[in-house]
Nanobody, 114 residues
Framework: QVQLVESGGGLVQAGGSLRLSCESD????????MGWYRQAPGEQRELVAT???????NYAGSVKGRFTISRDNGKNTVYLQMNSLKPEGTAVYFC????????WGQGTQVTVST
């Protein structure tokens, strides 16, 4: 059974940084377009960033310049470096892997305090 496992969430003050990781047990992430999404309470899930198998990246306008998505194929892991965090960034962050079909992780909570 394919699993995506996110880690690295937590509580951070506004202006701080966190690095999220997404690992897989069952698929080789280098073949997949990987994405980070987030869902705040009462809100719809929204795209944060994606990275293609070739390394092309795409960011939501609200995080561009502050967040960086990257992948380490040797470790079968995708990262989301989040700097200059804002309180509106408080959400559950989900990892996705898409190639012919899509897989999702269970999410990791990020809470940004004022």
């Amino acid at each position: 059974q394919v699993q995506l496992v996110e880690s690295g969430g937590g509580l951070v003050q506004a202006g701080g940084s966190l690095r999220l990781s997404c690992e897989s047990d069952g698929i080789v992430l280098s073949f997949y377009t990987m994405g980070w999404y987030r869902q705040a309470p009462g809100e719809q899930r929204e795209l944060v960033a994606t990275i293609s198998s070739g390394g092309d990246t795409n960011y939501a306008g609200s995080v561009k310049g502050r967040f960086t998505i990257s992948r380490d194929n040797g470790k079968n892991t995708v990262y989301l470096q989040m700097n200059s965090l804002k309180p509106e960034g408080t959400a559950v962050y989900f990892c996705s892997a898409a190639y012919r079909r899509e897989y999702w992780g269970q999410g990791t909570q990020v809470t940004v305090s004022t």
